[in-house]
């Protein structure tokens, strides 16, 4: 799950790479927060989204605030990435690191370091 995780990290930070204007926007510090909000809502669809994804490949518990910390593991995420974009202008792999380590790390203390695969015959309950 760790790897899941990293990976869609990953894709985040190609995607603002490749698109500098939204990445400005959405992680450049500087954001309005009438425009900071619509994108706290759309981390918390992506934290879902992350969220589901997991359940699909592993059998991870379920507790209370599961999506609550999906949606704070997210803005941890954007968090190391804005201040990546505030100190340097652009999303180092330091920050990328950091921003893995924290997220899963969270995660980690939510779940466990280990979840087991999710065998391919059973479905994930929500």
């Given at each position: 799950?760790?790897?899941?995780?990293?990976?869609?990290?990953?894709?985040?930070?190609?995607?603002?790479?490749?698109?500098?204007?939204?990445?400005?926007?959405?992680?450049?510090?500087?954001?309005?927060?009438?425009?900071?909000?619509?994108?706290?809502?759309?981390?918390?669809?992506?934290?879902?989204?992350?969220m589901?994804?997991?359940?699909?490949?592993f059998?991870?518990?379920?507790?209370?605030?599961?999506?609550?910390?999906?949606f704070?593991?997210?803005?941890?995420?954007?968090?190391?990435?804005?201040?990546?974009?505030?100190?340097?202008?652009?999303l180092?792999?330091?920050?990328?690191?950091?921003?893995?380590?924290?997220?899963?790390?969270?995660?980690?203390?939510?779940?466990?370091?280990?979840?087991?695969?999710?065998?391919?015959?059973?479905?994930?309950?929500?």
């Open positions: 799950w760790q790897a899941v995780i990293a990976c869609l990290i990953d894709r985040a930070v190609r995607y603002h790479r490749a698109n500098p204007v939204v990445a400005r926007l959405a992680i450049g510090g500087e954001t309005p927060a009438n425009i900071k909000l619509l994108d706290r809502r759309a981390d918390r669809e992506r934290a879902g989204t992350s589901r994804l997991l359940q699909q490949l059998v991870v518990p379920s507790f209370a605030d599961r999506e609550r910390a999906a704070l593991a997210t803005e941890i995420v954007d968090t190391a990435l804005t201040l990546s974009m505030i100190e340097t202008g652009r180092t792999a330091s920050y990328v690191r950091l921003a893995k380590a924290a997220a899963i790390g969270f995660l980690a203390m939510q779940f466990r370091p280990e979840l087991p695969v999710r065998p391919a015959t059973t479905k994930a309950t929500p």
